[in-house]
Nanobody, 126 residues
C-alpha cells in the first residue's frame, strides 16, 4: 500500500516555473514507477511524465517535452515535477501516481497506476 500526497501547485504567470512534489508513505516506494497526470476542466485526465523505479528511464508527453522534468529521490520517498516555461494551457489539477508498468509503452496509460495523490491545482495566467 502506498499513500501519495501532492503539493506545490500555485497561480503563476505564463513563462514562470513551478516544482510539484509528491510525498509517498510506505517502504516500497522504490519498487514503483511514478507518473504525473493532469486534468483540465471539461477534459479527460492526460499523461504528463513518468519515471521508472530506479530513475533511469523517463517519459514525457510531447506537449511538455523540453519544459518539464520528472525526478525522484528514493531515499526521501518523493517524486518531483519541475515545470518551466509554463503556458496557460498547462492549467490543470496535477496528480501523481504509483504503479508497476509492464513495459515501456505502458508508462503513458493511467490504468497501470494503482495509487493516486489527491491532486494539486496549477493555474497559469496569460
Amino acid at each position: 500500500q502506498v499513500q501519495l500526497v501532492d503539493s506545490g501547485g500555485l497561480l503563476v504567470q505564463a513563462g514562470g516555473s513551478l516544482r510539484l512534489s509528491c510525498a509517498a508513505s510506505g517502504r516500497t516506494f522504490s519498487s514503483y514507477a511514478m507518473g504525473w497526470f493532469r486534468q483540465a476542466p471539461g477534459k479527460e485526465r492526460e499523461f504528463v511524465a513518468a519515471i521508472s523505479w530506479s530513475g533511469g528511464s523517463t517519459y514525457y508527453a510531447d506537449s511538455v517535452k523540453g519544459r518539464f522534468t520528472i525526478s525522484r529521490d528514493n531515499a526521501e520517498n518523493t517524486v518531483y515535477l519541475q515545470m518551466n516555461s509554463l503556458k496557460p494551457e498547462d492549467t490543470a489539477v496535477y496528480y501523481c501516481a504509483a504503479g508497476v508498468p509492464g513495459y515501456s509503452g505502458s508508462y503513458y496509460h493511467s490504468r497501470v497506476y494503482d495509487y493516486w495523490g489527491q491532486g494539486t491545482q496549477v493555474t497559469v495566467s496569460s
